[in-house]
């Protein structure tokens, strides 16, 4: 199957292409600014918000489905500033999206979306059926908005919304590089209130084989969380991660101080989001995580082993 993957750079892109060209799909690698190397393919530059430019780029490529991956986040910001730092992104999800479905000829589409956009609820573990957050932090609420019209355009390809956890893996935030591992080193990521936030992870790689198994099923559509098998709260996984990233024990601050300090999106970021559940991608992509729990993941990554932790 001829492939195209946008934003083939990023940090879920590196980890799909081999894997693409491992199960036999010729792959064309679209990326911003930067080539990259594709064994099964090859790989073309353009702007996804240059309309004319993009379907210039991608006229004879004639792909059977399109991995859109478009994002723009930076890889440090204040959370202060989360409508400003996501502005771009929010343009990729919405112009971006529309753009390549338009130069495209409207192949299928398989999308990254988010699992983390949910309304909070009983404190029960999300499935896709609950609606996103859309009165959530104001901040946040462009971003909602903009998943939404990711999710529009690519069901009006009959594709489907892979809707990711917080992504952990090379080049991101949890990376032993990654800036989210550098303010835990350095005991600036705290617990916010009781830390009964819950997050559900998955790793890059993971991200990518839920790509793989997406392409081989059509059927599939819709929206699907790939998310790992263990939705956690704040006060359980991040001790474990401050611990292998070689930091001290999380401060534990109240909700409106970190209010103050990292606004309302930030306090709401690390006290106020609920866990996804992946049984859907369990039975109708027949996907399992590889690490179905972050901190196997982490101990990859930063060559440890994890502690597993005593309280829930």
Do not use: C
């Amino acid at each position: 199957m001829r492939v195209l993957v946008a934003g083939a750079g990023g940090a879920i892109g590196r980890q799909l292409l081999p894997l693409l060209d491992a199960v036999g799909h010729e792959t064309i690698a679209l990326v911003h600014r930067n080539p990259v190397s594709v064994e099964g393919g090859h790989s073309v530059t353009a702007d996804a918000l240059d309309r004319d430019g993009l379907a210039v780029a991608v006229a004879e490529s004639e792909p059977e489905a399109v991995v859109n991956l478009l994002t723009a986040i930076p890889r440090r910001f204040n959370p202060r500033q989360f409508e400003q730092a996501f502005l771009i992104t929010n343009r990729l999800r919405t112009e971006g999206a529309a753009n390549l479905a338009i130069a495209t000829r409207g192949a299928r589409m398989i999308s990254e979306a988010l699992a983390f956009a949910y309304a909070p609820g009983d404190g029960a573990i999300a499935d896709e059926s609950r609606p996103f957050w859309e009165r959530g932090p104001k901040p946040f609420r462009p971003a909602v908005r903009a998943l939404q019209e990711l999710e529009r355009i690519t069901a009006e390809t009959g594709g489907v919304a892979l809707r990711f956890g917080h992504l952990h893996g090379p080049a991101t935030g949890f990376a032993p590089d990654g800036g989210l591992t550098e303010e835990a080193r350095g005991g600036k990521l705290p617990i916010v209130g009781d830390g009964s936030g819950t997050f559900s992870f998955i790793h890059t790689h993971d991200a990518a084989t839920a790509i793989v198994a997406a392409l081989e099923r059509p059927q599939v559509r819709g929206a699907v969380n790939i998310v790992d098998d263990e939705p956690q709260p704040v006060r359980r996984w991040l001790p474990e991660f401050a611990r292998l990233a070689g930091g001290p024990a999380p401060k534990r601050v109240p909700a409106w101080l970190a209010r103050l300090a990292a606004g309302s999106w930030g306090a709401t970021y690390m006290n106020g989001l609920v866990g996804a559940d992946n049984a859907r991608a369990r039975a109708e992509l027949d996907w399992r995580p590889r690490y179905g729990r972050a901190q196997d993941g982490w101990a990859a990554d930063f060559g440890a082993a994890p502690e597993r932790a005593a309280a829930r």
